[in-house]
């Protein structure tokens, strides 16, 4: 059972807005940083945010980080089809002295 | 550019031992801390371990903590992972992966990840 907990799930058509939630607590997002992966199957996982709301070079300004408190969130604008894949929030947990992952969210395109 | 090439994934049976490595190329390796990553057959990713840039200290999940021991060389720009008292629950694929800033915990890139069976 993950420290940090996501939805399962988000769809949405193409073009639409969706947002994926991560929520964790004072001894990790609270504290520390919070960084989004985009995982493919079968590829390596690619960092998509990192510092709460920056975005790596090439990575498109449809994606966007923010947090507050102790909950952080992924939007995305425009979805687009090859946007259909797993994203997962991360942070280091003091208490654990760890790095912690969500369970992931799967985002489907309708 | 980058490369993190990982290997040393075999089929092992439960209890057994394994020596996981990652070469590293394209950047200054003992700049920056390393970690270890793995994503089980349930498709989560699980952080697993991180080695500090000079391996002056290292830190590990719960998960594996007293049976895995992560180390490197920097003069052969390698990162290794010893697993001892390997479990089923072991089995993943573990990715290697360098830190972005250095010491930012931010894992960027990611190597494509060598395949670790346990299994009798």
């Known amino acids: 059972q993950s420290v940090l907990t996501q939805p399962p799930s988000a769809s949405g058509t193409p073009g639409q807005r969706v947002t994926i939630s991560c929520s964790g607590s004072?001894?990790?997002?609270?504290?520390?940083?919070v960084h989004w992966y985009q995982h493919l199957p079968g590829t390596a996982p690619k960092l998509l945010i990192y510092?709460?709301?920056q975005r790596p070079s090439g990575v498109p300004a449809r994606f966007s980080g923010s947090k507050s408190g102790t909950s952080a969130s992924l939007a995305i604008s425009g979805l687009r089809s090859e946007d259909e894949t797993d994203y997962y929030c991360?942070?280091?947990?003091?208490?654990?002295?760890?790095?912690?992952f969500g369970p992931g969210t799967k985002v489907t395109v309708l | 550019e980058v490369q993190l090439v990982e290997s040393g994934g075999v089929v092992v049976q439960p209890g057994g031992s394994l020596r996981l490595s990652c070469a590293a190329s394209?950047?200054?390796?003992?700049?920056?801390?390393m970690h270890w990553v793995r994503q089980g057959p349930g498709g989560g990713l699980e952080w697993v371990s991180l080695?500090?840039?000079?391996?002056?200290?290292?830190y590990y999940a719960d998960s594996v903590k007293g049976r895995f021991t992560i180390s490197r060389d920097n003069s052969k720009n390698s990162l290794y992972l010893q697993m001892n008292s390997l479990r089923v629950e072991d089995t993943a694929l573990y990715y290697c992966?360098?830190?972005?800033?250095?010491?930012?915990?931010?894992?960027?890139?990611w190597g494509q990840g060598t395949l670790v069976t346990v299994s009798s």
């Open positions: 992966v360098k830190d972005k800033y250095g010491s930012s915990w931010t894992l960027d890139p």
């Open positions: 394209g950047f200054t390796f003992d700049d920056y801390a």
């Open positions: 080695i500090t840039w000079d391996g002056g200290s290292t």
């Open positions: 004072s001894s990790n997002i609270g504290s520390n940083s």
């Open positions: 510092r709460n709301d």
């Open positions: 991360a942070a280091w947990d003091d208490s654990l002295s760890g790095y912690v």
